[in-house]
Nanobody, 121 residues
Framework: QVQLVESGGGLVQAGGSLRLSCVVS????????MDWFRQAPGKEREFVAV???????YYVGSVKGRFTISRDSAKNTVYLQMTSLKPEDTAVYYC???????????????WGKGTLVTVSS
């Protein structure tokens, strides 16, 4: 059973930085497309970033240039480095794994429980 556990969320002022971590057990991250999604209060869950099996990365336009997704295969961990945070980045952030192509929530096979990021103005 693949399990994903996120950490690193918290309260930060606008312009600040946070790094989220996602530790994966029961599976090897290099065999999945690993994603980060987020869900703000009252909004649908949205795609944020993905790192493919080959290491290619892709981001939603609103975070491009500010967020960086990466992975450490030795630790079986995926990261999301977030900089220049804005109040509109406030959301629960979810780590996700897809055996196919990531990006769409429909393609996700495994979800973490999420970690809350709050950005104050």
């Amino acid at each position: 059973q693949v399990q994903l556990v996120e950490s690193g969320g918290g309260l930060v002022q606008a312009g600040g930085s946070l790094r989220l971590s996602c530790v994966v057990s029961g599976g090897t991250i290099s065999t999945y497309a690993m994603d980060w999604f987020r869900q703000a209060p009252g909004k649908e869950r949205e795609f944020v970033a993905v790192i493919s099996r080959s290491g290619n990365t892709y981001y939603v336009g609103s975070v491009k240039g500010r967020f960086t997704i990466s992975r450490d295969s030795a630790k079986n961990t995926v990261y999301l480095q977030m900089t220049s945070l804005k109040p509109e980045d406030t959301a629960v952030y979810y780590c996700a794994a897809a055996t196919g192509v990531g990006v769409s929530a429909k393609n996700i096979d495994y979800w973490g429980k999420g970690t809350l990021v709050t950005v104050s103005s």
